[in-house]
């Protein structure tokens, strides 16, 4: 069971992730745009943008460090092998863009009992060097009881 | 390619983009890398069945992600993404020959005039029965 007492915590932040290009480029592909915003600089440019900008998804990228770091944390209880993904929502106030140099902070908001099993909710808030908002990507995640 | 929406000409009930998405094991392994997310149950089948699932299922987050793309490449230039969230409601397994072929249609939800964001309600169908709940994204216009 994941321990209740982690609901209200709040993580270090996370170190800088630096968003390439060409990971960018991967991860649209991967996930099958064929936006050209995601993967001609000139197009981005055109459209306003300094490089091009990341699919809206891409955020679990950098996400995926602060969900580490509560999985790691012994105090929490989580068990990996028990986890399932049950809701995630990304709430941008800019689009990422190739370039930006990106830090993530967990706050536990929520850890609820749901017949036998736990449900988390992690809210990452990522900002840009300067400190900026840019998005923040909050996850519901199901840890399934024993049986 | 079709012509850039038109913010003006939006109406709640149109379908903006409609199309069929083959997920075959090769694309689970390259969202696997792109994304860093190499939970085995994305790519063996003897792992997966060890933890009770059928088999090799794609990763909520590629289902996600690929019918964002959908409305995303309707969208181009005309707006940006200010709020995207789904729920992961139904498991995608994916076979290892035919792969899984999931249907998405992107449909306006709601329009706000005032702030000049549209909401577009994503259904994601695969084998009859949807596999995201809630899926909607929000596209802010210029």
Redesign the interface.
Known sequence: MVNPEIQGRVYPPTAPYLVGRE?VR??????????P?HLDPN?AR??GYADI?A???FA??VQ?ATLAQLLADPDAGVDF?RV?????????S??IVAGDELTATLTISAVRQLGGHSMVTSSSAIVDAVGEHVVTAVSTLVVRGEE | MSTAPVFEQLAVGDVVAERD?LLTRD?LV??A?????FNPIHYRDDFAQS?GLPGVLAH???T???A??VA??W???AG?????????TRPVAVDPEAGATVTVTATVGAVDAEARTARIDLRVVFEGATVLGKAQ?VAAFA
């Open positions: 990971k991967e991860f649209a592909r991967a996930v099958l745009s064929e936006s915003l197009a055109a459209a900008i699919p809206p998804t679990v990228v995926e092998t399932v993904h049950g809701e995630q929502r990304f709430s941008y800019r689009p | 998405l694309r390259r969202y890398g792109a994304s860093g997310d933890v909520g987050m590629l996600m992600g690929a964002g793309s995303t490449d969208l181009g230039a940006w993404v200010q709020d995207y969230q789904s729920r992961f994204l």
